[in-house]
T-cell receptor, first 114, second 116 residues
Framework: DGGITQSPKYLFRKEGQNVTLSCEQN?????MYWYRQDPGQGLRLIYY???????QKGDIAEGYSVSREKKESFPLTVTSAQKNPTAFYLC?????????????FGEGSWLTVV | DQQVKQNSPSLSVQEGRISILNCDYT??????FLWYKKYPAEGPTFLIS?????DKNEDGRFTVFLNKSAKHLSLHIVPSQPGDSAVYFC???????????????FGKGTKLSVKP
């Protein structure tokens, strides 16, 4: 089945620790994205990548890092510099082009800092 | 400053009636609009989209209307069903401007409750 797989679904982190969220897609999409959802805040873009070995900061990139070594994979690291990391994290992907930028989401990962 | 606004945080509708979800935008460069549906603790799923060259797009029970002069779009669900109860996000992008302008900007969502 084609889709976007995020892992883990639930993750607990102690303050001061880095944690990496995995995102893999087998849709052969060029672009991948990381969003964060907080209650009442909608979806905010953290980082995005349109091609392998290239990525750009979104609206709230501070305290996060990413890599795009393979087309299928776009892991997100939440560093200890992120002041309020507890949130629902969503990975997404899309075809790069002008026919319509519909993005497709994974199931999400809950990160809780304890 | 919010570029995409969903001013109603919640909406309650009776089963079988029409649900109308509204969205306003401020950026006149936006030329592609989408609606997503989201259940709790799940990723959003794509519902329907519309390009700025159209003013209406229909897919089954879902119809999206675009009023470019008013910078307003709406999603109509007819007839509403209890399974439609979810949070609905409006999103927009300036697709034809390329680069980061093509990234989707999301509204904060409207929680729809369809009562049996």
């Amino acid at each position: 089945d084609g889709g976007i797989t995020q892992s883990p679904k639930y993750l607990f982190r102690k303050e001061g620790q880095n944690v990496t969220l995995s995102c893999e897609q087998n849709l052969n999409h060029d672009a991948m994205y990381w969003y964060r959802q907080d209650p009442g805040q909608g979806l905010r873009l953290i980082y995005y990548s349109q091609i392998v070995n290239d990525f750009q900061k979104g609206d709230i990139a501070e305290g996060y890092s990413v890599s795009r070594e393979k087309k299928e994979s776009f892991p997100l690291t939440v560093t200890s510099a992120q002041k309020n990391p507890t949130a629902f994290y969503l990975c997404a992907s899309s075809i790069v082009g002008t026919s319509g930028n519909t993005i497709y989401f994974g199931e999400g990962s809950w990160l809780t800092v304890v | 400053d919010q570029q995409v606004k969903q001013n109603s945080p919640s909406l309650s509708v009776q089963e079988g009636r029409i649900s109308i979800l509204n969205c306003d935008y401020t950026n006149s460069m936006f030329d592609y609009f989408l609606w997503y549906k989201k259940y709790p603790a799940e990723g959003p799923t794509f519902l329907i989209s519309i390009s700025s060259i159209k003013d209406k797009n229909e897919d089954g029970r879902f119809t999206v209307f675009l009023n470019k002069s008013a910078k307003h779009l709406s999603l109509h669900i007819v007839p509403s069903q209890p399974g439609d109860s979810a949070v609905y996000f409006c999103a927009a992008s300036a697709l034809n401007y390329g680069g980061s302008q093509g990234n989707l900007i999301f509204g904060k969502g409207t929680k729809l409750s369809v009562k049996p």
